[in-house]
Nanobody, 127 residues
Framework: QVQVVESGGDLAQPGGSLRLSCSAS????????VGWFRQAPGKEREGVAC????????DQEDSVRDRFTISREKAKNTVYLQMNDLKTEDTAVYYC????????????????????WGQGTQVTVSS
């Protein structure tokens, strides 16, 4: 069964850090782009960061560009989202998703480019 599972969500203080993990099963994650998305209460889901297949090119949404880093650990078939200097506005459910086969060497922060989604992990930033 092809699936991705997120983990690592927690309660953090402003200025703190968390690392989210996206573990894949049923397919080799290296061959696909992976995206991280988030959805806060009352807001639409938005793309946060993505990493391409092949060359591992990355992209981040402007508000997290200097704070969040996406990376891939091929041996563990896992993609990470390192989140530093967390802000209260980062509070959301975070989802990872597997990219559709059509994108090679690039990635996008749009939901339509992804076809397998996890259940999400809650990140709450509060003092």
């Amino acid at each position: 069964q092809v699936q991705v599972v997120e983990s690592g969500g927690d309660l953090a203080q402003p200025g703190g850090s968390l690392r989210l993990s996206c573990s894949a099963s049923g397919f080799i994650l290296t061959f696909y782009a992976v995206g991280w998305f988030r959805q806060a209460p009352g807001k639409e889901r938005e793309g946060v960061a993505c990493i391409s297949s092949v060359a591992d090119r990355t992209d981040q949404e402007d508000s997290v560009r200097d704070r969040f880093t996406i990376s891939r650990e091929k041996a563990k078939n896992t993609v990470y989202l390192q989140m530093n200097d967390l802000k209260t506005e980062d509070t959301a459910v975070y989802y990872c998703a597997k990219g559709r086969p059509r994108a090679v060497g690039s990635c996008a922060l749009t939901s339509d480019d992804y076809d397998v989604w996890g259940q999400g992990t809650q990140v709450t930033v509060s003092s």
